[in-house]
């Protein structure tokens, strides 16, 4: 059943795919917006107009993430049999697809579709193709893809296919920045595209959304309070109604739909994808919207950011914003729409985001340590060559299996394989498996890709088809694989303390399975009587209350010179604890601090030094924050040898752009009978 849309679904279809001289159309909405949704309205209303006209329209539909292409060649062909497909079951005509025709993959591809149309009008007095690509963001970010968007561009403005085949290709931010990059004239795509963004839904397709289903039988107040808790955003609306649902849509009450809206951010992590999007003056013009609560023109909201920007700037963020779902657009002002994003942001922000040219701010995303990213975006095209190579060794399934399982991967992720595929279908599989893989906090050590490699170099490569560059580029990825281990299993140590719960005022490190290590000042600044402290609390995940344990104030051990303090948690967290290391430190040794700065998820700095060593301090290079206090401070080892402490006190010399820590070694006597 599909609600809303009606305009852009006519204008697509009546007005740009049926023309005589067809338009495409680039289709742009956040995560969750409907833009999958509409692409298969496009596909339906096509197939029940079929023969309805005096052309004969076949659609084929594309998941670029169902099925990641890996370069161009693999991009083309996929594109030629997937409509060849659609030629059979659409039209109910057997067609071939001839193998190569020319060295380069688009004149391939260009030469194979013209031969699906001579079949075709065999049969047939006029067809005409219409692409539907769904998750073009794929297609971004490689060497190669300049090459296709450019015979893209050619394939619906100039080519001699151009009066018969459509392009209809969605995406989200990223196809939106890179397309508006005007080369020339026009975007990237050409002049024969017309975008359309989507928004929310309108008070009345919401309104449908919700009661259609049910008959319309839904009490007003639900509706009234899916609509202003949503904002109008279709998933959220259809969320919310599948949790409140009951048989008798009449018991169906507000405070139903409440308690599903509560649970929401446990359970789905839609708000964190939008928000891995934002910029910090796109957080700035939300927050501006939020807190006032009107509806505002671009140069008024102009006027509550931080940021110095241009309006042009401020314009573009309302625009993201809009086809993100959280904000509105009438008659050319804007208003930030639904209350549960809102509150989620409030509570994950609890305050203004900091402006761009906030130095520390900017350093805390740009330089931060991601130790979830096992193969990066640079060693993507040689992994596939090296995955590529081994399932061309082993053609056989039930022998890829056996390797797999000899490397001892987990069982649950070998059968999500389909072994009996061809060796660059397998090894594209496999590849995005791998990339999509996380690691589980019960398994720090763990990742199939680390297991793997390491198994086929330990076994010998050559048994595997690896060249020379796959040894090495297996060895750089093992290295940093188990880089990130030893950065996961520190991180898991670290929480950050609250006061009151839900209110970040610094950071902890677990010395023991109930002791946690931080500063002194951090509850006596704060004027804290009860404090807690929150492990795992990170970007993409989930907040659990089993996370959460109260502090005990009642110090185990704790000064004001040195500033520390050992706290007792009431509970027995489930995370692995760090040992402190009592050893001599000397400038220039290279750290790496894990904190909460001004309360937000977790973060593992780049690397710094220390550039001064006292007997009671070290002064260190690593930029932190107000939250990151008691923060631990570890070696290149991932050892425990310092907190931090924030700004030194009066009397001593410190170095230019340094702060200052204290050193395990200065308080080992204090602690150590506590953590042996």
Known sequence: ??????????????????????????????????????????????????????????????????????????FFRDLAAAIARSVQRQGGILVSVPESLAGDPYSTFCQQVWAIFDQCAEHIDSVRFVLLIDETEQLLGHPWTEDVVSNLRHLINTSDLQPFVTL????????????????????????????????????KDARDLVTVPLGGVVREEVVRTVYELSGGHPFIIQYLMDEA??????????????????????????????EGKFTNLDRQVYWALAQTGRALAPDAVQGLVTSRTELGATEDSLEFLTYTGVVAEQDGKYTAVGEMYRDWFARRHRKEPA?????????????AMNPELFIDQDNVEGFFQTLTRFASRFLIASERQDVLKGAGIDLDFVNSLNFNAIPHVFATSLLARLREYHVSEQRLNYHPMISLLSFLLGTGPGNYGLEDQDVDLC???I???RENFRALQARNAVGRIESP????????????????????HIFSKHLVQRAWVRFNYRS????????VFELDLAFVSAQNRPDYALVRIKGEPKQQFARPINRVLSSGHEIRIIHHPQGQHVVISGIGQIVQVGEAYIDHNLCTYEGSSGAPIFDQNWELIAIHRGCPGLGRNVPSGTIEGLPIYAIWDRISPHIA
Request: contains cysteine.
């Open 1 to 74: 059943m599909f609600f809303g849309r009606k305009e852009d679904l006519a204008e697509i279809i009546e007005l740009r795919i049926k023309q005589s001289c067809p338009i495409s159309t680039i289709l742009i909405g956040g995560r969750k917006i409907g833009k999958t949704s509409l692409l298969y309205q496009i596909q339906d209303r096509l197939l029940k107009q079929l023969h309805g006209g005096s052309d004969t329209i076949i659609s084929t539909y594309i998941d670029l993430q169902a099925v990641v292409p890996c370069d161009r060649s693999t």
């Open 168 to 203: 209809v290709v969605a995406g989200f931010k990223e196809v939106h920045d890179y397309a508006m990059v005007e080369e020339g004239i026009g975007s990237r795509f050409g002049d024969a595209v017309y975008w359309t963004k989507l928004g929310v839904l309108t008070e």
């Open 245 to 274: 649902y009951k048989p008798d849509p009449t018991d169906i009450t507000a405070a139903d739909v409440a308690e599903a809206s509560r649970q929401f951010s446990r359970k789905v992590r839609v708000f964190s994808s939008w």
């Open 355 to 367: 402006a761009e040219n906030h130095t520390k701010t900017q350093w805390i995303y740009k330089n």
């Open 475 to 477: 060895n750089r990825l």
């Open 479 to 481: 290295e940093r694989g």
């Open 501 to 520: 719960r839900g209110s970040g005022i610094g950071t902890g490190v677990l010395v023991g399975k109930d002791l946690l290590l931080t500063c002194r």
């Open 540 to 547: 993409g995940r989930y907040e659990w209350e089993d996370d």
